[in-house]
């Protein structure tokens, strides 16, 4: 067994022998309260979900409204935080009288953008169907009160996935706790952004107006996330940073007749695509120099853990109908400990129906960077220059006047350039220690012993570098949506057993003994 998986069950074994009457108790008493109450529970979900929640919009305000109207009848001091041209931040505080420790927790209540034609359904009403839509699922009417409520189902909506059900978890949790008496072994910060899914860029605002409520906090859980592909319960200890660039190249300054002119105008999108291949080889090693230089190398904690996850890759191969993948051997989970360079799209011209016998005046390229822990999106995006001008390009900030086309053979644009840290929260941490014992005890539950994968990071970006270097403070990141959720497409969705077990997590989680040392 792996040093994390040791460590993992050692932690867990002592939170389950610990004699903490309560932490067992408020497990019990959650998982009771769901299952005397999951028909009100989907309900409520739907509810939720019927709350239109694009930021910066009107409709959003009510969305905040009923989450903090919600969070105060379950105890909670909760309000809404507002700025000038900002979506609304829901704040919320539970202090219990001689706790120790003080969790925060991190949650996004607002969604992508929708087109309603591309839904089966319409997205913000809620419909649950009997198996996913693709495995040919049926409709059926919300549970009634007395109904039994099929694990399997799933509830279709904007943010079901992404990231509502946390929510929907948390409320039944904190309710069965005010039924019965049992009071949360943490004092309890909730911080619900509102601006997640547009940059949450107001954060840090938010963030240093509020900092004194927030500096008492010992670590960040965020709720967020999929589970793992294998469908097992994990957790994460890192994001990826993102950045990205658009590079055009130049030709002729207009489109040319093909049979006129080619073989002698330059051919942008060739052009284009020698540069592009001159980045990246055939095995998807990024060739800029000094791409890797900066890593911070990971502890033996996260290699003992990357050595410890499931052996998906040659199921998700067979899913994804790939026969090969970028850095073969290495598996998905050590690929994304390294810094990624993409190709987002590629425009030139015209295709199918459209297309025509012309040279493109231009070719543009957009690159996705995924950062790891120890990039800075800067110090990549001017590698990324550096290599162009190498390939013998002269770079401008704008199209180029006649002047500069007449000087320099080859012209390339580059535009964009920022981007956001990666995060990443050492193992070796106690109060994350304490966090992968409890997380672990309640996937023992729901899934069976040994079932938790624990990630040392993730492929996404989530605002964590806010809350580790603005606050200084550890976050882990805690998943519970079903890994086909469809977060951000068409047709988004709930496994409703991934909530059961949410709500197994979150009381686990907010009644983890004080201390296990």
Same mark, same amino acid.
């Given at each position: 067994?792996?040093?994390?998986?040791?460590?993992? /069950? /050692?932690?867990?074994a002592?939170?389950l022998?610990?004699?903490?009457?309560?932490?067992q108790?408020?497990?019990d008493?959650?998982?009771?309260?769901?299952?005397?109450?999951?028909?009100?529970?989907v309900?409520?979900?739907?509810?939720?979900?019927?709350?239109?929640?694009?930021?910066?919009?009107?409709?959003?305000?009510?969305?905040?409204?009923?989450?903090?109207?919600e969070?105060?009848?379950?105890?909670?001091?909760?309000?809404?935080?507002?700025?000038?041209?900002?979506?609304?931040?829901?704040?919320?505080?539970?202090?219990v009288?001689?706790? /120790?420790?003080t969790?925060?927790?991190?949650?996004?209540?607002?969604?992508?953008?929708?087109?309603?034609?591309?839904?089966?359904?319409?997205?913000f009403d809620?419909?649950?169907?009997?198996?996913?839509?693709?495995d040919?699922?049926?409709?059926?009417?919300?549970?009634?009160d007395?109904?039994?409520?099929?694990p399997e189902?799933?509830?279709?909506?904007?943010?079901?996935?992404d990231?509502?059900?946390?929510?929907?978890a948390?409320?039944?949790?904190?309710?069965?706790?005010?039924?019965?008496g049992?009071?949360?072994?943490?004092?309890?910060?909730?911080?619900?952004?509102?601006?997640?899914?547009?940059?949450?860029?107001?954060?840090?605002?938010?963030?240093?107006e509020?900092?004194?409520?927030?500096?008492?906090?010992?670590?960040?859980?965020?709720?967020?996330?999929?589970?793992?592909?294998?469908g097992?319960?994990?957790i994460?200890?890192?994001?990826?940073?993102s950045g990205s660039?658009?590079?055009?190249?130049?030709?002729?300054?207009?489109?040319?007749?093909?049979?006129?002119?080619?073989?002698?105008?330059?051919?942008?999108?060739?052009v284009?695509?020698?540069l592009?291949?001159?980045m990246?080889?055939?095995?998807?090693?990024?060739?800029?120099?000094?791409?890797?230089?900066?890593?911070?190398?990971?502890?033996?904690?996260?290699?003992?853990?990357?050595a410890?996850?499931?052996?998906?890759?040659?199921e998700?191969?067979r899913?994804?109908?790939?026969?090969?993948?970028?850095?073969?051997?290495?598996?998905?989970?050590?690929?994304?400990?390294?810094p990624?360079?993409?190709?987002?799209?590629?425009?030139?011209?015209?295709?199918?129906?459209?297309?025509?016998?012309v040279?493109?005046?231009t070719?543009?390229?957009s690159?996705?960077?995924?950062?790891?822990?120890g990039?800075?999106?800067?110090h990549?995006s001017?590698l990324?220059?550096d290599h162009?001008?190498r390939?013998g390009?002269?770079?401008v900030?704008?199209?180029?006047?006649?002047e500069?086309?007449?000087?320099?053979?080859?012209?390339?644009?580059?535009?964009?350039?920022?981007g956001s840290?990666?995060?990443r929260?050492?193992?070796?941490?106690?109060?994350?220690?304490?966090i992968?014992a409890?997380?672990? /005890?309640a996937?023992d539950?729901?899934?069976?012993?040994?079932?938790l994968?624990v990630?040392?990071?993730?492929?996404?970006?989530?605002?964590l570098t806010p809350f580790?270097e603005?606050?200084?403070?550890?976050?882990?990141?805690?998943?519970?949506?079903?890994?086909?959720?469809?977060?951000?497409?068409?047709?988004e969705?709930?496994?409703?057993?991934?909530?059961?077990?949410a709500?197994?997590?979150y009381a686990?989680?907010?009644?983890?003994?004080?201390?296990?040392?």
């Open positions: 067994m792996s040093n994390a998986r040791l460590l993992c /069950a /050692a932690l867990t002592a939170i022998c610990s004699g903490a009457l309560q932490a108790s408020g497990a008493v959650a998982r009771a309260y769901r299952e005397a109450n999951e028909p009100a529970i309900r409520d979900f739907a509810e939720l979900l019927s709350y239109p929640n694009r930021a910066f919009t009107p409709e959003i305000v009510r969305a905040a409204e009923y989450i903090r109207d969070l105060l009848e379950v105890g909670v001091d909760a309000e809404l935080l507002t700025r000038e041209g900002a979506s609304p931040l829901v704040y919320g505080e539970i202090n009288p001689g706790a /120790a420790r969790l925060g927790i991190y949650v996004h209540y607002d969604g992508q953008a929708v087109d309603p034609a591309n839904w089966t359904n319409a997205p809620p419909t649950l169907y009997t198996a996913p839509i693709p040919g699922g049926e409709v059926i009417p919300l549970p009634q007395g109904d039994e409520v099929n189902w799933r509830l279709y909506a904007r943010s079901a996935g990231d509502k059900a946390p929510i929907a948390i409320l039944p949790v904190l309710r069965s706790f005010r039924d019965s049992i009071a949360p072994t943490s004092n309890l910060v909730f911080f619900f952004d509102g601006e997640e899914e547009a940059g949450s860029r107001n954060l840090p605002a938010y963030m240093e509020h900092r004194d409520r927030l500096d008492p906090i010992d670590i960040w859980l965020f709720f967020d996330g999929p589970a793992h592909p294998s097992r319960p994990q994460t200890f890192g994001v990826r940073g660039l658009e590079v055009t190249v130049y030709g002729a300054t207009r489109n040319l007749h093909s049979g006129h002119y080619g073989n002698w105008a330059p051919d942008t999108g060739n284009l695509a020698h592009l291949a001159s990246k080889d055939q095995d998807g090693n990024v060739l800029v120099d000094g791409w890797y230089d900066t890593v911070d190398p990971i502890g033996e904690e996260e290699m003992a853990a990357l410890a996850m499931p052996d998906w890759d040659g998700l191969k899913e994804l109908g790939l026969v090969v993948t970028e850095g073969a051997p290495e598996s998905l989970p050590e690929r994304l400990m390294v990624a360079l993409n190709v987002r799209g590629i425009t030139s011209g015209n295709t199918g129906r459209l297309a025509r016998n040279i493109p005046n070719a543009v390229a690159l996705g960077v995924r950062l790891v822990k990039n800075d999106p800067a990549l001017q990324i220059r162009i001008e390939q390009f002269h770079i900030s704008e199209d180029p006047d006649m500069t086309r007449l000087r320099y053979p080859r012209i390339a644009k580059v535009t964009g350039g920022g840290l990666a995060a929260t050492s193992m070796s941490d106690p109060f994350a220690q304490s992968m409890a997380a672990s /005890a996937a539950l729901a899934f069976g012993e040994g079932s994968v990630a040392p990071g993730m492929g996404g970006t989530l605002p580790t603005l606050l200084g403070k550890p976050a882990i990141i805690v998943p519970t949506a079903n890994h086909d959720n469809n977060q951000h497409a068409p047709d969705n709930l496994r409703i057993a991934n909530l059961w077990y709500i197994d997590l686990a989680l907010l009644t983890m003994p004080a201390t296990i040392f």
